[in-house]
């Protein structure tokens, strides 16, 4: 009881909040469609943030602004413009050379760092992320949209010339693929929304932008800056529920790219719906249930100090945490008693106390969700390992380490995305690597070992299985000049940023035979800058 009174106290009546930290709430009755703000006077959501504001009436949580509850009519509006943009590849757009496209971009960048202030603010009151973190999600998606104009700025480089072969000359280029669905996820609604949606514009596609439920309002403040900066018709915001705007969008049959972050579920159900899937381009990042295995010869120390990283950052609230740990049952108690130790040690609270990392939960069902595994792990034998596991007050949830963890719980296979840390012990190594071999997900896995035989053993099994093997590391997304991409369920397309501009793009080319009279038609074409496509330009 003591416990669950001082978690009560996190929360705070709205005049203690810090000045600098409060928000107006902000109330969007527009949204960008074919190069204007639209007007909006129908339906909106109320937004209310993961934070609660102690009242005469007990924890409420805080309304902080509305949006637009759009229908199917204005979603196929807004495709229409996006289709009429492309105009099947004749558009401004799409015609557009890469430099004036970079330009562009650079411009939009300008006019979102001047949003940085509100942007930062709406991220951490919509989803409860800590203002460091908020901060630091901004800052490396700026960072991600410099990088990936710098690795465009290459890729025209190396296509700037001409190659000759078997008496052909050409020149290979990558071109855009027509309109692109984007939807980004809560858990980064600004940067893993904007590393799908930058590469996707600047390769010359147009666009059609679902913001995510829970992170809405942050895009608001930017939509003026996409208005500017780019023609009409290639940024075109959706608003409203997605089952009832997304499936018409999809059985037009227009989009030509579907990018999505979020379940394999709604991903397999958004491509059936293509009337022609063979068209389709998909670019998926899905459910993952990434493992962490410790072998006795582990530093304990480093792998309690990632664990707790690798699980609870954003609350365990990202597709790469760890969401299950294999320990050898040699160090299992040992183990968990470190494990518990450090969490005990998290501070926790409003995401505006410095040094927080433990958080209020944005899903409104997902404390009751957390109770309903923790309950159903103790009744096939778990129990609540850590102090104050589980405890729970209004949005708030702390950390529960489950152990022993069998699998026939429901933590042994769902993907739990929350502050719950399910701990399995094993004997043989064969066990955590079966569990992955037969897992639906295959995204990363890490393992923490400093015995250079058990880790060449487990390696070259399980890059099979996974994408991503972390030795004595957790899991996690960066650099992200690294591929980011999942095997089975977990995702569809490589991302990073060169594969992200591959994954917009298609590699198309100019040819001709090599004779007097198409040498002249080359030249004059490329010497008098008649196409854009057809060009040695050089980008520096």
């Not at 997605?242 to 397999?268: D, R």
């Not at 064969?430 to 896995?445: F, M």
Request: net charge negative; hydrophobic share 40%.
């Amino acid at each position: 009881m003591k416990f669950i009174n001082e978690l009560a106290e996190i929360f705070v009546t709205e005049d203690v909040i810090p000045e600098k930290y409060r928000l107006d709430e902000v109330h969007q009755r527009e949204y960008l469609s074919n190069g204007e703000m639209v007007e909006w006077t129908g339906k909106v959501h109320e937004v209310y943030s993961p934070v609660c504001i102690r009242t005469e009436n007990g924890l409420q949580r805080k309304l902080i602004g509305t949006y637009p509850v759009c229908t199917e009519k204005e979603a196929l509006a807004a495709l229409d413009a996006a289709v009429a943009a492309y105009d099947n590849g004749r558009g401004q757009w799409p015609t557009m050379s890469v430099a004036d496209r970079i330009k562009c971009v650079e411009e939009f960048t300008h006019k979102m760092i001047q949003q940085k202030d509100i942007v930062v603010k709406l991220l951490m009151w919509e989803i409860g992320k800590s203002y460091a973190d908020s901060v630091k999600e901004f800052d490396r998606t700026v960072e991600y949209i410099y990088d990936t104009i710098d690795a465009l700025k290459d890729i025209d480089r190396q296509s700037s010339g001409f190659e000759q072969e078997g008496g052909i000359i050409a020149q290979i280029r990558r071109s855009p693929l027509g309109v692109v669905l984007c939807m980004g996820p809560f858990n980064y609604p600004l940067n893993e929304t904007f590393t799908t949606l930058i590469p996707a514009i600047i390769m010359g596609n147009t666009l059609l932008f679902k913001p995510p439920k829970h992170g809405t309002l942050l895009h608001y403040p930017l939509l003026r800056a996409f208005q500017e900066s780019f023609p009409k018709g290639v940024v075109n915001t959706i608003y409203g529920r997605g089952h009832s705007i997304v499936p018409a969008l999809m059985q037009s049959g227009k989009i030509n790219v579907l990018t999505l972050i979020g379940s394999s579920k709604v991903a397999n159900e958004l491509k059936k719906l293509h009337p022609k899937v063979n068209r389709l381009r998909a670019i998926l990042g899905l459910d993952a249930k990434n493992a962490a295995i410790i072998t006795p010869s582990a530093d304990l120390k480093l792998a309690v100090q990632e664990t707790v990283l690798g699980s609870l950052s954003f609350n365990g609230q990202r597709c790469t945490a760890l969401k299950i740990i294999f320990v050898h049952k040699s160090i299992a108690e040992q183990f968990i008693g470190q494990l518990s130790e450090a969490i005990s040690k998290l501070k926790y609270g409003m995401p505006w106390n410095e040094g927080v990392m433990l958080t209020p939960l944005p899903e409104p069902h997902k404390p009751d969700y957390l109770k309903e595994i923790i309950e159903d792990a103790k009744a096939h034998g778990a129990k609540v390992m850590n102090e104050n596991g589980g405890t729970t007050v209004a949005s708030f949830v702390f950390p529960a380490v489950m152990y022993p963890v069998n699998n026939k719980m429901k933590l042994y296979r769902e993907e739990q995305f929350g502050p719950v840390i399910p701990v399995v012990p094993y004997e043989s190594l064969e066990e955590p690597i079966e569990y992955i071999i037969d897992s639906t997900h295959g995204q990363q896995v890490s393992i923490f070992s400093n015995d250079v035989e058990e880790l060449s053993s487990s390696i070259d099994p399980l890059v099979n299985q996974v994408s991503r093997v972390n030795i004595n590391s957790q899991c996690q997304r960066g650099p992200d000049i690294f591929p980011f991409t999942g095997r089975k369920d977990s995702a569809e397309g490589t991302l990073s940023v060169v594969d992200a501009l591959r994954a917009f793009s298609i590699r198309s080319l100019v040819a001709t035979k090599l004779n007097e009279t198409n040498k002249q038609l080359i030249n004059e074409i490329v010497h008098g800058h008649h196409s854009n496509f057809l060009s040695t330009k050089y980008i520096f």
